[in-house]
């Protein structure tokens, strides 16, 4: 069993930046890749970024590529995600997730990610 546990969330304003976390324990050994999913109000959960286990794979939806970057510490059994030129359709609960698979084609499939943390507040206002 792995738990996932987020941290850094908060309120800022448009333009702000903000940096989460995601600490890992447990059977950490076990995870490959690591993906950031966020979910609005009355809106899907939908994905946001996930990199491969050694950090030299990474995927970006398009509505965040370019401002925001996602990487992990594997000795710290940490993923990262900074948030750069925030806007308000940014604003979510963001969720770290992880799974045993491995390759990007993964990536952006919600199903295969079987260990999610209990979510982090992100509040961006204009």
């Known amino acids: 069993q792995v738990q996932l546990v987020e941290s850094g969330g908060g309120s800022v304003q448009a333009g702000g930046s903000l940096r989460l976390s995601c600490a890992a324990s447990?059977?950490?050994?076990?995870?490959?890749?690591m993906g950031w999913f966020r979910q609005a109000p009355g809106r899907e959960r939908e994905f946001v970024s996930a990199i491969g286990w050694s950090g030299g794979s990474t995927d970006y939806a398009d509505s965040v590529k370019g401002r925001f970057t996602i990487s992990r510490d594997n000795a710290k059994d940490t993923l990262y995600l900074q948030m750069d030129s925030l806007k308000p359709a940014d604003a979510a609960v963001y969720y770290c997730?992880?799974?045993?698979?491995?390759?990007?084609?993964?990536?952006?499939?919600?199903?295969?990610?079987?260990?999610w943390g209990q979510g982090t507040q992100v509040t961006v206002s204009s």
């Open positions: 997730a992880a799974s045993r698979y491995r390759g990007s084609a993964y990536f952006r499939l919600k199903d295969v990610y079987v260990y």
């Open positions: 447990g059977r950490s050994s076990s995870i490959s890749t």
